[in-house]
Nanobody, 117 residues
Framework: QVQLVESGGGLVQAGGSLRLSCAAS????????MGWYRQAPGKERELVAA???????NYADSVKGRFTISRDNAKNTVSLQMNSLQPEDTAVYYC???????????WGQGTQVTVST
């Protein structure tokens, strides 16, 4: 069982920045994939960014060039630096980890990000 606790959400004006962090209750050194998803009201949850244990990353087209995902194995955390935020980035952001392909993923409780015009 992995417990994930997100932090760093909040209210920001368009063009601003936020940094989300997700702390895991276990060592993440053996966790293959870590990522961030988001869900806006009335929409399906979508992948925002993911990072694999080898360091490769994957981003949704809508956030490429603005968001950066990173992981710190020593601190058991995964972070999401979000720059140039836009109102359409408003959503609840969820941390997600999985030990391997096809294994059960674990989810955090979510953190609200609201971008005002």
């Amino acid at each position: 069982q992995v417990q994930l606790v997100e932090s760093g959400g909040g209210l920001v004006q368009a063009g601003g920045s936020l940094r989300l962090s997700c702390a895991a209750s276990v060592s993440i050194s053996s966790i293959r994939s870590m990522g961030w998803y988001r869900q806006a009201p009335g929409k399906e949850r979508e992948l925002v960014a993911a990072i694999i244990s080898g360091g490769s990353t994957n981003y949704a087209d809508s956030v490429k060039g603005r968001f950066t995902i990173s992981r710190d194995n020593a601190k058991n955390t995964v972070s999401l630096q979000m720059n140039s935020l836009q109102p359409e980035d408003t959503a609840v952001y969820y941390c997600n980890v999985a030990y391997g392909l096809g294994t059960r993923p674990f989810w955090g409780q979510g953190t609200q990000v609201t971008v005002s015009t």
